[in-house]
């Protein structure tokens, strides 16, 4: 059976940089080769892409999981969204939101803490 709408538009193109997690560290390069894979494995109309990324500097290719637009998109896999949960701080009984002014809430904690002296 013929496959619909593949081969689609890869996510990154050949000449933009690229950003990649190279052990512990975040690497980039410019994208230099793209290597698209169509498989069929349930044979209907629906296939498989896979797009691999060759680097330049890197002998191996990335899939497209592994290759991201920036530095901070490699934090964000790596670490998750788990900095945005924290909505509010209690410090020394002051609570700090995230969207307060942060000195003037760290001004009143401390003054707090010296009327305490």
Excluded at 2 to 10: F, I, W
Excluded at 57 to 64: T, V
């Amino acid at each position: 059976m013929a496959l619909t709408n593949k081969p689609k538009k890869s996510k990154y193109q050949v000449g933009e940089t690229s950003y990649i997690l190279n052990g512990k560290n975040i690497s980039s390069g410019l994208i230099t080769r793209i290597v698209t894979s169509i498989t069929n494995p349930v044979s209907d109309s629906s296939g498989v892409q896979e797009n691999l990324y060759y680097v330049e500097g890197f002998s191996q290719a990335f899939k497209e999981e592994e290759v991201f637009h920036s530095k901070n998109a490699v934090l964000f896999y790596v670490k998750g969204d788990y900095l945005n949960k924290w909505g509010s701080i209690t410090f020394y009984n002051t609570s700090i939101d995230s969207n307060s002014n942060f000195l003037i809430q760290i001004l009143q904690g401390l003054n707090g803490l010296l009327l305490m002296l």
